[in-house]
């Protein structure tokens, strides 16, 4: 038996007779504020699903098709996003801290003020997206950042070693202590970025056609 409720006032919001969500329409589901901590969504298909402020803490969402998907103000700390597709997902204030993201799919997705520290983004896609959000200590490496708005975004202790930042806006973005070898930068130059100081502004590139930040 599985019984989802909500996390504030305990009501029951799906009950199902079943040992796992397998097998279930998940796809536009809407559990805004649901306690869902530590369920298995691995491989499954939730697009365009509307979970804002849930409990998500140690949930499995590997592998599973999140495109669309709407997750405002949710905890995510600690959960499992590898290889997911999260494409011009809303996680708008999300709470992501410790989540093991490897191979993550973020292109387009929206992510203004959430909080990625700690987070292990290895190899993921996160071109085009908006990460105006907090990336201390987060994992980059060969993430693709191409055309990213990075703009204000905090990267102290982040290791960007072979990112390639190629279009992002990195205006104002503090880069202290982050790790730069190999890194691609934003003019698309294989070569270091400084990291030295605290705070770093950087020029932007022309803009190409596809550029979405103004």
């Not at 190899?123 to 055309?147: C, E, I, K, Q, W």
């Not at 100081?197 to 950087?202: A, K």
Request: glycine share 8%.
């Amino acid at each position: 038996m599985i019984q989802i409720k909500h996390k504030a006032t305990g009501a029951v919001m799906m009950q199902l007779d079943a040992d796992s969500l397998h097998g279930v329409k998940l796809t536009g589901i809407k559990f805004s504020g649901a306690c869902l901590r530590g369920f298995c969504f691995r491989e499954l298909d939730l697009r365009n699903s509307d979970l804002r402020e849930t409990d998500l803490r140690e949930c499995d969402f590997s592998g599973a098709n999140l495109n669309g998907i709407i997750l405002d103000g949710a905890n995510a700390a600690r959960a499992i996003f590898s290889g997911a597709d999260l494409t011009d997902a809303s996680l708008v204030s999300v709470d992501f801290s410790d989540a093991r993201m490897a191979r993550v799919n973020m292109r387009y997705a929206k992510l203004t003020g959430a909080n990625l520290a700690g987070a292990d983004l290895t190899r993921a896609d996160v071109s085009m997206a908006d990460l105006r959000a907090n990336l201390n200590r987060t994992n980059l490496f060969h993430a693709d950042l191409r055309g990213a708005d990075l703009s204000g975004a905090n990267l102290t202790g982040a290791n960007l070693e072979e990112a390639d930042l190629t279009n992002a806006n990195m205006t104002c973005a503090i880069m202290a202590r982050a790790k730069v070898r190999d890194t691609i930068d934003s003019a698309g130059r294989h070569k270091q970025v400084v990291a030295a100081g605290s705070v770093r502004t950087v020029a932007r590139p022309s803009r190409p056609w596809w550029q979405f930040w103004s």
